[in-house]
C-alpha cells in the first residue's frame, strides 16, 4: 500500500517534546528513533517530520541542532509549521 508516514516531532530534546508530547515520557526520542530505522528498512518510504514552530519554546539555534542531528539517519522531509495562536484557545 502507498501509505507514506508522518511523525509528529515538534522538538528533538526530550524534555521539550515531553511537555508537549506526553508520550514521549514513556517512548523517548531514542526508542522513536529505534523504531523509525526498521520502518525505513522494511518499507524504503521517505518519512515527514512535522514540526510546528513555537516562540520562545522550539526555535532556537540549539532546538535547529538538535532537528538536524535526529532526522539527518533517515530519507526525509522536514515540514515546519508556524504556529498561529487561536483567540480563546489557552
Avoid at 519554546?57 to 538538535?66: K, L, T, V
Wanted: proline residues 6%; aromatic residues 8%; glycine residues 0%.
Amino acid at each position: 500500500m502507498p501509505i507514506e508516514l508522518a511523525v509528529s516531532l515538534h522538538s528533538a530534546i526530550n524534555e521539550k517534546r515531553d511537555k508537549i508530547i506526553p508520550i514521549n515520557k514513556n517512548f523517548p526520542l531514542e526508542d522513536l528513533s529505534a523504531v523509525l530505522v526498521e520502518y525505513q528498512k522494511q518499507t524504503k518510504r521517505r518519512l515527514t517530520f512535522e514540526y510546528i514552530l513555537i516562540d520562545d519554546f522550539n526555535i532556537s539555534e540549539n532546538d535547529a541542532n538538535a532537528l538536524a542531528d535526529f532526522v539527518h539517519q533517515f530519507d526525509h522531509i522536514v515540514n515546519l509549521i508556524p504556529y498561529n495562536e487561536v483567540p480563546n484557545v489557552a
